[in-house]
């Protein structure tokens, strides 16, 4: 077991070294020289050459490569264009932010996923089964920023029961649990939770139905298994793969809240993200990336080795 | 009434948006306790469909049956659904064909057999576990206390059918049924479990329904064998009887066909044709379009068994003369 | 046995489709929209450009604006029709170019094996560690905005997956034995992959690519929406949208036309798609 | 270009086929699977050679490696006198000579193609002209009894498994090879269809003059159509010789027990032991010295510790066994 963990650990430590070369090369795609990419234009010129000097500007790509991996293995992911400052302490509280929105978004997609594609494989072909259907496809393919709007136009603007804007009534970045903050989260959770419920649902239903249509099922239905004793087989089968779904998603929830953030200006990753886009403040863009998406890398390690662990034929 | 499964005029129907399947068409048995009746067939011959029949194991929400099946007194066909819950496993129990498959993965083989134990008879787990050691020890398997532990994909093909088996004896049924439980096997191992299971039947004294389309398995375990075709018992009889006089031209046709010792250089016979469309059958003899000695009359009606229950008799107007196989 | 005419697979399918009636008018509504995209200066009434000030946010039937005006007063009808060009384009364009790219790459990588076929995969593993929408949004991020960086960002997102499903529906009928006879009889890889190996596959790749449009439409919009993808004043479903919300507190209802464009187109071809699968498959 | 059938060379005492010590061995260090070890034998022109043996002993990886379609880790080829690969017979005239039928009669053919354009895929493919290849497809079709008007333009999914595996015969036979390869042909048919086919390739071979090397888990179907048998276990070859004297006087103690576990067909004289116990083992730890010595009844001392060399029983017949002595012809 031991020696699973450390091989898909070993196997992940290429793939992260892989990203975050792409994230490097992120300020080498911007167009114009990468130097304007990491200073102000007004920048005067000795500063210019010293940041130049420190970043190996005028090194081959890969020392710059190894020069950058270094410093941001230390902690130091840059200053920030716009603000001068800094990017680490932003990007943390902006990372708690997004953290707490994708969680409340999972804690509402994945129980209801799990509900209605469960049920729909269970009793496929019936009109639940139908309804369900019909469900996941409408949660995968509504553009949920403009869901986002529609909740607003509803709930803030018509009804005027939920605000609309920001994470907390001070208006302050920072997100603690009670009534004030909950109502600032729920619309943004709710708009953020449906496409994890489509897609949740939709893999159940194929799961639960295959796995109802085995072999085996037969041979528990032969041994007099009741509903009870049966669903504890269907559980167990159907886990390490739904586990692996909504790991999977999760991540999405963390790198998809863009748009959502947006929408309801949540001070998370993807507001800084959307701000950085538009003041075109590329080493926000590219520390943000590298976090979110070694963030990923990590869940997706964690999914592999929760996966080994529930199944059987899978430790090895 | 005393037999421990009592069958007439069952059809099994399978019905779906599209056409309805007739795959079992009046099938009539009956089965002493302890007596091994062989069901013998080619695909598509209803021979599992008949006996999943007498579990109802059939897809519930498709199937449709009709005609008289009592097990162990209990009505099948009528009887609730949580009557049957209760037989299955308890009175009645089944082997598959691919241990592989027809056990969980994720479970292991202790798990799978104390739950049959704990389910029917209320047991405490340290019972079921002493109870799924002797079960090992029944069927053979060495080093029980490890192989309970073991996960189905980690013991050999024979190894996981001896697992089923014990499976399907843990609460000590009346009647096993055996799906070509040795088909997947490979030769050495079948006659193993064919040898286990025979001496199993005898100390246990379970009345046992087989289902495979080897005759030489059938030879090896049967007492009686009934020979189906399309949905019917076209011959039934003592093993002796029909493997050596055999009545209906299908099963001539089909020992014929069967290549053993001593065939070498001769040609072998065989039936023309294929199986008809379970969809879609003849009004008379469903045998008659591939019949060497048909005619007319073969297709006006559906020919009877004749005889009486338990003599050998065949479903067929000509009854050709006898034939050494 | 009876002696039907023989009947080859496409007509199977094309016979199951024309029985789902969800898909079929699902592709209605497409090709309903497509033909008005196509005509659309015959259609629609007004310029999509020309706004006025004293025309702004007309409410729905106001007269001669059906379906009102925007923040510019420009005639939403025509910015809807004029917008579908660019966000079915936007959303199609990148799906049909990572089809043929990543169709091709997975082809090769799951029937050539070795070393070629473990590389493109190894690769295909890097993207993967991203969420779609990042990786969309950090390319076009630092690329900027404009319709062919977006393009390109969103190409770049489907290429991934569609390789994965390739190389593992080619491999899967590379070790069939029809395959197996076909190299026993010494045809080259060329004529196999021609004769044996494409048209198994193709079919299930295309069927996830038109699966993949309807997440294109989204996210392309979604870019637009963002700023990364059309400029103004080009009408661009999210773009509309993203302008318009300024707009929620006195015409909400305007303010959602964009959307319920993308939300209709998006669930269409996932409908279209979810249809041509079963057909498809030949299981049924 | 006719794509005539090919002459014979070296004279009918020349073997058609020799397979000299062929070797796969699969995965990496630590964990091999040797699925073929050192395996040699020879098929004689005019003759049918039947490999028997249990799941894992490597017969159909044999079959493969003869075939090219994966390559050996070690051995050699040689047909007609002649060496397969390069410097000898080229891999692709070789694939001219010898065909091969599988198990699995759906997978066999490409679902997308009429069975016409599955039998006449290879013809085309070594440049045989359209109308040839029709004509040649035709007459096919009939050599396999089916009629070609009824079944030329039909596809696979219409067929009957006995029917698929008729036009996968006929594929085999389309470039006239010499030399035909079944593994397991008839092991996934019906009983009654099974003989139907064997029928058929005894037929065949008389017709086009053919070898075949014929694979199968079934004693009953390689003593019927065989001339001589392979016995494999474990990647090795345990006996070989001529059908009856190896059914009749079996010399490695494997023969014995495979043959005795047959079910006996008489209702009077049932089995009553099982000839041997446990299952065959994982090829990926294979057991020193004879790999069958774990389960053999005889098993002695210097079993575990040498590797038995083929033993001579008779001029034919051999085995891999310390115990097989050579009986005076």
């Known amino acids: 077991m031991i020696a699973t963990i450390f091989r898909r650990a070993l196997y992940s430590l290429p793939i992260a070294l892989a990203v975050s070369l792409f994230c490097f090369l992120l300020v080498h795609i911007a167009p114009g020289d990468p130097i304007n990419a990491i200073l102000p234009p007004d920048a005067p010129a000795d500063v210019v050459a010293q940041v130049k000097e420190a970043y190996g500007l005028d090194k081959p790509l890969p020392v710059q490569f190894g020069i950058w991996l270094?410093?941001?293995?230390?902690?130091?992911?840059?200053?920030?264009?716009?603000?001068?400052?800094?990017?680490?302490?932003?990007?943390?509280?902006?990372?708690?932010?997004?953290?707490?929105?994708?969680?409340?978004?999972?804690?509402?997609?994945?129980?209801?996923?799990?509900?209605?594609?469960?049920?729909?494989?269970?009793?496929?072909?019936?009109?639940?089964?139908?309804a369900a259907v019909v469900l996941a496809v409408a949660g995968v393919s509504v553009p949920h920023y403009w869901l986002g709007m529609v909740m607003v136009v509803i709930f803030s603007v018509l009804l005027n029961w939920l605000p609309s804007m920001g994470a907390s009534p001070d208006g302050s970045g920072v997100w603690a649990l009670d009534w004030g903050h909950l109502s600032h989260i729920v619309l943004p959770a709710i708009t953020l939770s449906v496409i994890p419920m489509g897609i949740v649902t939709r893999t159940l239903r194929g799961i639960v139905g295959d796995?109802?249509?085995?072999?085996?099922?037969?041979?528990?239905?032969?041994?007099?298994?009741?509903?009870?004793?049966?669903?504890?087989?269907?559980?167990?089968?159907?886990?390490?793969?739904?586990?692996?779904?909504?790991?999977?998603?999760?991540?999405?929830?963390?790198?998809?809240?863009?748009?959502?953030?947006?929408?309801?200006?949540w001070p998370g990753t993807g507001l800084l993200l959307n701000n950085a886009i538009f003041q075109r403040d590329i080493p926000v863009l590219q520390a943000t990336i590298l976090v979110l998406s070694m963030f990923f890398v990590g869940l997706n390690l964690a999914v592999d080795l929760a996966q080994a662990l529930l199944d059987p034929r899978m430790r090895r | 009434m005393s037999n421990l499964v009592h069958v007439r005029d069952l059809t099994v129907k399978f019905v779906s948006r599209d056409r309805t399947v007739h795959a079992v068409n009046g099938v009539d048995f009956d089965l002493d306790q302890g007596e091994v009746l062989c069901i013998l067939g080619e695909s598509g011959s209803g021979k599992s469909v008949t006996l999943r029949a007498l579990m109802r194991l059939n897809p519930p929400t498709r199937t449709v049956m009709t005609g008289t099946l009592n097990v162990g007194g209990q009505d099948i066909i009528t009887a609730s659904d949580r009557e049957i819950e209760s037989i299955r496993g308890r009175s009645v129990a089944m082997v598959f064909q691919e241990p592989m498959t027809a056990l969980d993965p994720v479970f292991t083989i202790g798990q799978q057999i104390r739950e049959t134990v704990i389910r029917h008879e209320g047991v405490s787990k340290a019972d079921a576990h002493k109870r799924a050691l002797e079960l090992l020890d029944l069927v053979q398997i060495p080093s029980a206390e490890r192989r309970l532990a073991a996960y189905p994909h980690e013991l050999s093909g024979g190894l996981r059918q001896r697992a089923m088996i014990a499976i399907a004896l843990s609460c000590r049924p009346k009647l096993l049924l055996a799906d070509e439980p040795t088909t997947a096997l490979d030769a050495t191992v079948q006659i193993q479990i064919l040898l286990l299971l025979r001496r199993l039947q005898r100390e246990l004294g379970m009345g046992v329904i087989f289902v495979t389309h080897d005759l030489g398995v059938a030879g090896e375990i049967a007492d009686r064998i009934a020979v189906m075709y399309a949905g019917r018992?076209?011959?039934?009889?003592?093993?002796?009887?029909?493997?050596?006089?055999?009545?209906?031209?299908?099963?001539?046709?089909?020992?014929?066909?069967?290549?053993?010792?001593?065939?070498r250089g001769k040609r072998l016979t065989t039936i023309i044709g294929s199986p008809p469309n379970l969809a879609n059958l003849p009004t008379g003899c469903a045998f008659a379009p591939r019949c060497p000695s048909a005619d007319a009359a073969c297709l006006e009606a559906v020919p009877g068994l004749d005889g009486a229950f338990g003599a050998h008799r065949a479903r067929c107007i000509h009854q050709p003369a006898e034939a050494m196989a | 046995m009876s002696t039907t005419r023989p009947e080859g697979y496409w007509s199977g399918v094309f016979k199951r489709l024309k029985r789902d009636k969800l898909t079929l008018i699902c592709s209605g509504i497409l090709l309903l929209m497509l033909i008005v995209m196509i005509a659309a200066p015959l259609i629609a009434p007004h310029s999509p450009y020309q706004g006025s000030m004293i025309r702004r946010l007309k409410p729905i039937g106001f007269p001669g604006y059906p379906l009102g005006t925007d923040e510019l007063g420009r005639d939403m009808i025509a910015r809807l029709i004029y917008g579908g060009?660019?966000?079915?384009?936007?959303?199609?364009?990148?799906?049909?170019?990572?089809?043929?790219?990543?169709g091709m790459l997975g082809i090769i990588a799951g029937y050539a094996g070795g070393w070629l076929g473990m590389l493109i995969m190894r690769v295909t593993d890097i993207f993967y560690a991203f969420p779609s929408v990042l990786l969309a949004v950090a390319i076009s991020g630092a690329l900027g905005a404009g319709i062919f960086n977006a393009v390109l960002a969103l190409t770049l997102v489907f290429i991934p997956p569609i390789i994965r499903v390739a190389e593992s529906v080619t491999t899967s009928v590379r070790v069939l034995d029809y395959v197996e006879s076909a190299r026993a009889s010494g045809a080259g890889a060329f004529t196999i992959v021609r004769v044996h190996v494409l048209p198994n596959v193709l079919g299930p790749i295309f069927v996830y690519a038109t699966n993949l449009i309807s997440v294109s439409m989204i996210l392309a919009s979604g870019l637009s929406f963002l700023g990364l993808g059309t400029k103004p004043p080009e009408p661009e479903w999210g773009l509309m949208l993203n302008t318009l919300r300024t707009a929620i507190y006195n015409q909400p209802l305007i303010a959602m036309l964009p959307g319920v464009c993308i939300f209709i187109t998006s669930i269409c071809f996932n409908m279209v798609s979810d249809g041509l699968r079963s057909a498809m498959d030949v299981r049924n | 270009m006719t794509l005539a059938p090919i002459p014979d060379r070296g004279g009918p005492a020349q073997p058609l086929l020799l397979v000299k010590d062929l070797s796969k061995h699969f995965g990496k260090s630590g964990s091999v699977v040797r699925a073929v070890d050192g395996v040699s034998f020879a098929i004689r022109k005019g003759e049918t050679l039947g490999i028997v043996g249990e799941s894992g002993c490597g017969k159909s990886t044999t079959s493969r490696l003869i075939m090219g379609l994966i390559d050996p880790t070690a051995g050699e080829v040689i047909f007609d006198g002649?060496?397969?690969?390069?410097?000898?017979?080229?891999?692709?005239?070789?694939?001219?000579?010898?065909?091969?039928?599988?198990?699995?009669?759906?997978?066999?053919?490409?679902?997308?193609?009429?069975?016409?354009?599955?039998?006449?895929?290879?013809?085309?493919?070594?440049?045989?002209?359209?109308?040839?290849?029709?004509?040649?497809?035709?007459?096919?079709?009939?050599?396999?009894?089916?009629?070609?008007?009824?079944?030329?333009?039909?596809?696979?999914?219409?067929?009957?498994?006995?029917?698929?595996?008729?036009?996968?015969?006929?594929?085999?036979?389309?470039?006239?090879?010499?030399?035909?390869?079944?593994?397991?042909?008839?092991?996934?048919?019906?009983?009654?269809?099974e003989a139907q086919v064997l029928n058929l390739l005894v037929d065949l071979k008389a017709e086009f003059g053919l070898s075949y090397l014929f694979i199968s888990h079934d004693l009953n179907v390689v003593q019927y159509i065989s001339d001589r048998v392979l016995v494999m276990y474990l990647g090795r070859v345990a006996e070989i010789g001529p059908v009856d004297d190896l059914y009749a006087h079996p010399s490695h103690p494997y023969t014995r027990a495979l043959l005795a576990s047959r079910p006996s067909m008489d209702p009077d004289h049932r089995r009553t032991t099982p000839p041997l116990t446990g299952d065959p083992p994982n090829p990926v730890n294979v057991p020193s010295g004879c790999r069958f010595h774990p389960r053999c009844a005889q098993v002695m001392p210097k079993c575990s510790a040498a590797e038995p060399e083929m033993v001579k029983i008779n001029a034919d017949h051999q085995a891999a066994c310390f115990l097989a002595e050579t009986v005076p012809a």
């Open chain 1, 70 to 130: 270094f410093r941001v293995l230390h902690g130091d992911l840059g200053r920030s264009l716009a603000t001068g400052r800094d990017i680490w302490p932003d990007l943390h509280s902006a990372l708690a932010n997004t953290l707490v929105l994708a969680a409340a978004a999972a804690m509402i997609g994945f129980p209801l996923g799990t509900m209605f594609g469960s049920i729909a494989g269970a009793f496929r072909g019936s009109w639940i089964d139908r």
């Open chain 1, 211 to 265: 796995i109802l249509n085995q072999d085996f099922i037969t041979t528990l239905r032969g041994k007099g298994l009741r509903r009870g004793g049966l669903i504890a087989h269907v559980v167990k089968n159907a886990a390490p793969q739904a586990l692996a779904v909504m790991g999977l998603q999760l991540g999405y929830l963390m790198g998809g809240s863009i748009l959502v953030e947006t929408v309801f200006a």
């Open chain 2, 233 to 263: 018992f076209v011959e039934e009889g003592a093993v002796r009887e029909v493997m050596r006089h055999a009545k209906h031209p299908y099963t001539q046709g089909l020992l014929g066909a069967t290549v053993h010792e001593g065939m």
């Open chain 3, 85 to 102: 060009r660019l966000s079915w384009t936007l959303g199609i364009s990148p799906v049909v170019i990572a089809f043929t790219i990543g």
């Open chain 4, 82 to 193: 002649e060496h397969v690969g390069p410097g000898g017979l080229s891999v692709a005239e070789f694939r001219r000579q010898v065909q091969m039928v599988f198990q699995d009669s759906y997978a066999s053919l490409n679902p997308r193609l009429t069975i016409s354009e599955s039998i006449g895929f290879a013809p085309r493919v070594h440049g045989l002209s359209r109308e040839a290849t029709n004509a040649r497809v035709r007459d096919l079709l009939a050599a396999v009894g089916l009629e070609p008007d009824q079944f030329a333009q039909r596809y696979p999914h219409e067929l009957s498994g006995g029917q698929r595996q008729r036009v996968n015969i006929a594929r085999a036979l389309a470039l006239r090879p010499r030399l035909i390869i079944l593994d397991e042909p008839v092991s996934a048919l019906d009983k009654s269809v």
